[in-house]
Every structure is written in C-alpha cells, then in structure tokens.
C-alpha cells in the first residue's frame, strides 16, 4: 500500500519528512519528487527502510576469521528462526551487501554460505549478517554480532595454554593465557567455529614475555571446544601464525558416569606397562583419561564394546612421573567436547629407587593402608618360617638317628 505525503520547500528548496516513532509498518521503499509549474518530476532514486525485530543470527567464518593471504573464505549466516534469506554486509564506507536464499542445516538451523574468495590483505574487514522472511522484506532480524576478518602472516606463533585445567564443570573459573617472546603487543583469541575473535593487548613481564589473559568465567556449556590463538605487532599489521589448538573439555553433560580400575600383576619392573580399564554400560564414543594435577588430558581412545561393557584400556608406563591420581570421561560422538561425570579416582603409587609398583588404591575404597601390605615383607616372613620349620625338623631327625644307635651300642657291649 502506498501513501502520499505532501509539504512545501524551504528556502533551500528542501523538506524534511519525519517518522517519530519508527513501526513495522513503516519499513519499506520510499520515493521522494518535487512539484513545479511544468508539473511532477521525476522519481527520486529508491531508499529503503529497514525495520528490526527478529532474534539476531549468528556469523562465522569458514574455516576460520584469521588466514592466510590468499586463502578461501566463507561467511556463514545462520538462525534456528525459520527465516527465508539472510543478507551480509561490510561495514565501512560502500557498505557493500550481498543477498542469499537460505537453506536447512542438518542440526536444524537455516543459514546462508557467502563465499568471499582469497582472502588478501586489503580485503580485511568488518562484517555483520541479518534474516528476514520473503513475505515481509522489509522487517528484518537484529543484527549479527560484527565478524571481523583477518589476515595472518609467517611471524612465529605463540603458545596457547590454560592456567587451570582443560577439563572443567560448568560454574567454575577458566583462564586462557596467549604468550610469546616475540613480544607482540596484542593477541586475539578465535574457537574454532565460533563467532569471532576476542582480543586484548599484550603485557610484558620481566622474562621478556608477553602475554594476554583470556577469562571465560563462569564457564558454560557453549565454552567446550577447540581454541587457538594470535598475536601482531601493532594495529596495522598482520597476524602471526596460529598457535597449537588447545581444547576444553565440558564435564558432567553426560549422566552416567564410568569406572576407572586398575589391571596389573603386583609385582610389575620399571619400565613396563599398567593398564587403566575405564568402562561403562552406557553407549559411549570415546573416554578420556586425566591425571590430577596435570594441565592437559593424557589419552583419548575409541571405544570397544566387550563383555556388554563400551570400554577402553590405557597402557601407563611404570616410572615414578606416572604416580598420581587418575580420572576417566566417556563422550558422545555428535560433540566429543562434551563429557560425563568423572569416574571415581584411582591412585597409582611408585615406591622405591627399583620403581617397582606398590599398589593401586582406589580413593572410593575403605581398605585402610595397613591392609595393603608391601609384598617383599610378606615373601621375606614366608621365607624366614619356612627356614625355620626346616631347622626343627633336621634337629627332630637328628634325635631320631640318636635315640635308634643307642641300644645297638649297648647289646655290643
């Protein structure tokens, strides 16, 4: 429907239309003419007004915000809301735009892929998606959180760690720490396939280092998955290299929980193996194995289904660096991020300059250490009494042979 609105020129032969309170149905395309005796002129180029209302969507870059020059790139727009098309644009002075229909994901989410070909360092930008249906395009969704786009170069990458562990509840405090002696003086931080890059400026220590904390507090369930890290020079410039991916890991997402125990033959030399079963009932995936104490997960293992049992059997060297408390996790193959409740822990003791395995000791047990006996004490007391049952019965023997020859010696006589 298409509405007139009339009013006179001023001075400077121009007019000002105004909309106090911007509804829905004031979006849409607007035309504006002037009136002179020779009539009507001409329609004035079409504006467009946009009206925002529908839950914002989400922009991610494929694969990822931070490449190589001359790398691929594409943007990913996407919303759970059943929206028709979805439209990207670079923010800056063209405002350049670029309109797709949008198709269902498989997880149920409808997006739009905007390929932007190889990424150069003159094409960095600022980016920011919106969805709307076909049967209102003018009423469209609350903007997405802006994506920046960068380009990474040949400089060393730095080290990406946590300063607690990779494996945590939901709640609890988690601090990623982005560092290097190259001294760069800002960093950003990318999750893989997530919306886009947090970034800080870089501190310098009086090692020479610098460094920028990341904290993610209180964790949260959207928090589990792969990270990596960046660092640059200055605000111009290029971004180094990735670091390693570092992954953090969500527990207490699956209910059942596994259980961890130990396999072994008492008396196992240094050097050789122990094996840690961790097992479950429950369909699992995968299970991890942690060492408590240490900031990264040790082992991750397929399962195998045995017995009615989904199980994984870990092999651990026997050296006095592998006593400690131990820990499993099952996980689901459709996000291996997300795990189950802990297992309970089991302890692995070395003891002696021979590394020989003490015991393992479950902390869920209520046997009492007194009752875990040293088994060379025990072999030494088993030794000790058969000795001595060995040295009554030769003198038994000997009193025998005596008491035998004494009448014989007193008929000769």
Not at 110 to 117: H, S, V, Y
Not at 121 to 137: A, D
Not at 280 to 291: A, G
Request: with cysteine.
């Amino acid at each position: 429907m298409s509405r007139i609105i009339s009013k006179t020129l001023d001075s400077e032969n121009k007019v000002k239309f105004s909309i106090p309170a911007m509804q829905w149905e004031h979006a849409g395309r607007y035309h504006c003419y002037y009136q002179s005796p020779a009539g009507w002129s001409k329609p004035s180029d079409p504006l467009e007004l946009v009206v925002t209302g529908y839950s914002r969507p989400t922009l991610s870059a494929l694969p990822s915000p931070v490449v190589t020059s001359g790398v691929n790139v594409t943007l990913r727009c996407a919303s759970r809301l059943g929206l028709d098309r979805f439209t990207l644009i670079e923010e800056g002075t063209h405002r350049l735009s670029w309109t797709l229909d949008s198709h269902q994901h498989n997880h149920g989410k409808f997006q739009a892929l905007f390929p932007m070909g190889p990424l150069i360092f003159s094409h960095r930008g600022t980016f920011r998606c919106y969805g709307y249906q076909n049967n209102t395009p003018y009423v469209w969704s609350e903007p997405s959180d802006p994506l920046q786009l960068l380009v990474s170069g040949v400089s060393r990458k730095p080290s990406l760690l946590t300063l607690q562990s990779p494996v945590v509840a939901p709640g609890e405090n988690l601090t990623l720490q982005c560092g290097s002696d190259v001294g760069y003086v800002r960093y950003a931080l990318y999750k893989v396939e997530g919306d886009g890059l947090l970034q800080r400026p870089g501190e310098q220590s009086q090692a020479g280092l610098s460094q920028a904390n990341f904290t993610l507090s209180p964790v949260r369930v959207s928090h589990g998955g792969q990270y990596r890290c960046y660092g640059a020079h200055n605000v111009s410039s290029e971004w180094s290299a990735p670091s390693d991916p570092l992954d953090i890991l969500i527990t207490g997402q699956i209910p059942d929980r596994p259980s961890l125990s130990v396999q072994l033959d008492p008396t196992v030399a240094s050097g050789e193996n122990v094996t840690l079963l961790c097992q479950s009932r429950s369909p699992m995936f995968s299970f991890l194995l942690t060492k408590e104490g240490t900031a990264y997960p040790l082992l991750r293992l397929r399962f195998t289904y045995r017995a009615q049992q989904y199980l994984a059997e870990f092999p651990i060297p026997v050296t006095s660096a592998h006593t400690g408390t131990y820990r499993c996790y099952g996980s689901h193959s459709s996000n291996s991020y997300l795990l189950s409740h802990p297992s309970d822990p089991v302890e692995l003791v070395v003891s002696g300059a021979a590394e020989t395995l003490n015991r393992p000791q479950e902390k869920s047990d209520s046997k009492t250490a007194s009752h875990l006996q040293d088994y060379t004490v025990e072999n030494l007391i088993r030794m000790g009494v058969a000795g001595f049952i060995l040295v009554v019965l030769g003198i038994l023997l000997f009193e025998a042979q005596h008491r035998q020859k004494s009448p014989q010696d007193a008929a000769r006589r």
